[in-house]
C-alpha cells in the first residue's frame, strides 16, 4: 500500500549520503521532497503542513548539525514523526469490569465491516475470549447469511433473529444480543451495524440509536483504507454524529497510496486500533504505529513477523528440526525440509512474508513477480518420491529421477535442481546451526564460518629465498649461507638447524643460569 510514499522517501535520503554537514539548502530541499511525497499519498493537507514543518524545525536542531550522520538523523527524526502522525502508541482494547464487553462498528456500506467483524471474533478467541456475532445489519441483502457463513468458518456463535433484507429492529436485535450474551456467559458481544453508501441523516440515527441501546465499551469506526482523502471527511462525520473510540483500517493490502492511514489519527484523534491486510481471517492484528512508520521507510517488520511465526509454527517440529541440523537427532531429510517450507506457508503469501524483511523495497518488482505455485511444484516434485528416497536423497540416481519427475509433471531437471539445492541449503542450515557461520564467508565476532582449522594449520607457501642475478654475487651469497648453516642454521637463537633432536636442558645448563631461574624453564 505504502509502496509510492516508501520509493519517494528512499529516494530523497539517498541524496543526503555522503554529506558531512546539512546546509539550509538540503534541509528545504529534503522538505520539498518529502511534501510531495505525502500529497501523493493522499495525505491531507493540514497534516503534511504539520507533519513537515516538524522534521524541519528538527533537522535544523542540534541533533542534526553536531550528528556525525545527518541523513541517519534525518531518517530518525521522520521515523519518530511518523509514527507520531499514526497515533504514537499502540491502543489496546477496553474490557467491562463486570458483564459482557460490547464493541460496536461503524462505517459506511462496502468498508467490510461483516467481514471484520469476523476477524475481530477469531482474533478475540484466540485470546482467550469467548465472542458473540450480532448480525444487526438489517439493510443490505443478505448482510445476515453473510455473517452467519464468517461465524460458522472462525468456529464463533452469530446472534441472528431477524432475517435481515429490510426486515426488523436492529436497535431490538442489539439489545437482545446483550441479554443473551449473559444467559449464554459469553464476554465480549461484538454487534455489525449497517452503512450506507454515503454519510446521511438515516445511518447517523440509527447507529446513535443502537450505541444509546447497549452502551457499548468500544464503538470502531471502520473504513476502507483505500477510498483516500475522502476517509478523513467520513472520518470526521462519524465522530461528530456518533462518536467512536478507535479506528479499524481495512483492506491495507491493496494497491491504494495510504494516506488514510496517516491523516485519520492525526485529524480526528483517535487512534487506529486494528488493521485488516488480507483475504483470509487471520489477516487481522492490533496496528503498531512504530511497526508502520518501519514498513514505510522499508525498515521491516520483524517484530509482527516473529509474532506471526510463534502463533504458527509448532514448536515441537521446530525443535525435532533444528535437533537434526546439530546432528542430535538424526538426519535432517526431505521430509522435514517439506513440513518447514508447509510451516512457513502457513504463515501466508512468500512475497508478504519477504516484505517484512528490512530493506526488501529495493526488490519490491521481484517480490510482486513472485510466483506462488512454485512451492507447490516443490511440495509435488518431494511427495513423488519414495519414503525411502525423502529420507535418504543421495539414493536419488539418473533413473529414479526420471521417475520422480513424470510423477510429479516435472522435467528432470528440476529434479535436479532441488537435489542439488537441497544438500546446498541443509549444509548451510547445519553450519549456522551449529554455530559456523554461512560456509564461504569470513568469520565474524563470536561466529565461526570463517577458515577451518586445518587450514589454518597449513603453513603459507613461501617463494623460497631471493638470489641476486650476478653469478659471482650469488656464489658469494650461497657460501655465506652454507658457513651461517654450519654455524647454527643462521638462527638468531644459535639452535643446530636440521632435523636432529635438540637437548634443551643441556642447552639451559650450558647458559649457567641462576638457581632460582629454573623454575621459568618447566
Same mark, same amino acid.
Given at each position: 500500500?505504502?509502496? %509510492? @510514499?516508501?520509493?519517494? !522517501? /528512499?529516494?530523497?535520503? $539517498? ?6 554537514? #546539512?546546509?539550509? +539548502? =538540503? ?87 461483516? %467481514? @471484520?467483524?469476523?476477524? !475481530? /471474533?477469531?482474533?478475540? $478467541? ?6 458473540? #456475532?450480532?448480525? +444487526? =445489519? ?385
Amino acid at each position: 500500500m505504502f509502496a %509510492t @510514499l516508501s520509493d519517494r !522517501l /528512499a529516494d530523497t535520503f $539517498k541524496n543526503l549520503r555522503g554529506k558531512g554537514r #546539512l546546509s539550509e +539548502a =538540503d534541509i528545504d530541499a529534503t522538505a520539498r521532497e518529502i511534501r510531495i511525497a505525502l500529497l501523493e499519498a493522499d495525505v491531507a493537507l493540514p497534516v503534511v503542513k504539520e507533519f513537515v514543518g516538524a522534521v524541519k524545525e528538527r533537522a535544523r536542531g542540534e541533533e542534526v548539525s553536531g550528528a556525525l550522520n545527518p541523513a541517519q538523523q534525518v531518517v530518525k527524526i521522520v521515523n519518530e514523526e511518523l509514527v507520531n502522525i499514526l497515533g504514537g502508541e499502540t491502543r489496546r482494547l477496553r474490557f467491562a469490569k463486570s458483564g459482557p464487553t460490547v464493541i460496536m462498528l461503524a462505517g459506511l456500506q462496502g468498508a467490510g465491516k461483516t %467481514t @471484520l467483524a469476523a476477524k !475481530l /471474533a477469531l482474533w478475540l $478467541k484466540e485470546q482467550g475470549k469467548s465472542p458473540l #456475532l450480532v448480525a +444487526a =445489519d438489517l439493510q443490505r441483502p443478505n448482510a445476515v447469511n453473510q455473517l452467519q457463513v464468517n461465524g460458522e468458518r472462525v468456529g464463533v456463535k452469530v446472534f441472528a433473529p431477524e432475517p435481515g433484507n429490510g426486515v426488523g429492529d436492529p436497535v431490538r436485535v442489539a439489545r437482545d444480543a446483550v441479554e443473551e450474551a449473559k444467559r449464554t456467559l459469553h464476554d465480549v458481544v461484538i454487534v455489525d451495524t449497517a452503512g450506507r453508501l454515503g454519510v446521511d441523516a438515516e445511518l447517523m440515527q440509527q447507529a446513535s440509536d443502537i450505541r444509546d441501546a447497549v452502551r457499548p465499551d468500544e464503538v470502531l469506526f471502520v473504513v476502507d483504507a483505500m477510498i483516500g482523502q475522502d476517509a478523513v471527511t467520513t472520518a470526521q462525520l462519524f465522530l461528530d454524529g456518533v462518536g467512536y473510540d478507535g479506528v479499524v483500517l481495512t483492506k491495507l493490502d491493496g494497491d491504494a497510496r495510504g494516506g488514510a492511514a496517516l491523516s485519520i489519527a492525526s485529524i480526528t484523534g483517535k487512534p487506529v486500533m486494528f488493521a485488516s491486510n488480507g483475504e483470509k481471517m487471520t489477516d487481522f492484528d492490533l496496528f503498531h504505529p512504530d511497526r508502520m512508520a518501519s514498513r514505510i521507510l522499508d525498515m521491516g517488520d520483524m517484530l509482527t513477523l516473529i509474532e506471526q511465526a510463534e502463533k504458527t509454527f509448532d514448536a515441537d517440529q521446530a525443535a525435532k528440526a533444528a535437533a537434526k541440523l546439530t546432528g542430535q537427532g538424526g538426519e535432517f531429510t526431505l521430509d522435514d525440509f517439506l513440513e518447514q517450507m508447509q510451516q512457513v506457508r502457513k504463515l501466508g503469501s512468500m512475497s508478504k512474508i519477504m516484505g517484512m524483511l528490512p530493506g526488501m523495497g529495493q526488490f519490491r518488482d521481484q517480490l510482486e513477480n513472485f510466483d506462488e505455485r512454485e512451492i507447490d511444484r516443490i511440495q509435488a516434485v518431494i511427495q513423488s518420491m519414495t519414503p525411502a528416497e525423502r529420507a535418504n536423497p543421495k539414493m536419488i540416481d539418473g533413473s529414479r529421477r526420471l521417475r520422480i519427475a513424470r510423477g510429479s509433471g516435472r522435467q528432470v531437471s528440476d529434479v535436479n535442481q532441488l537435489v542439488d539445492r537441497f544438500f546446498e541449503a541443509r549444509k548451510m542450515m547445519q553450519s549456522m546451526a551449529k554455530g559456523g557461520g554461512i560456509p564461504g564467508m569470513p568469520g565474524m565476532p563470536g561466529m565461526g564460518g570463517g577458515k577451518s582449522a586445518k587450514a589454518k594449520a597449513q603453513p603459507k607457501k613461501g617463494k623460497g629465498a631471493k638470489r641476486s642475478g650476478n653469478p659471482a654475487k650469488a656464489a658469494q651469497e650461497a657460501a655465506a649461507a652454507k658457513a651461517a648453516k654450519a654455524a647454527g642454521g643462521g638462527n638468531p637463537f644459535g639452535t643446530p638447524a636440521g632435523d636432529e633432536p635438540v637437548d634443551y636442558e643441556k642447552a639451559a645448563a650450558a647458559l649457567n643460569l641462576p638457581k632460582d631461574f629454573s623454575k621459568y624453564l618447566k
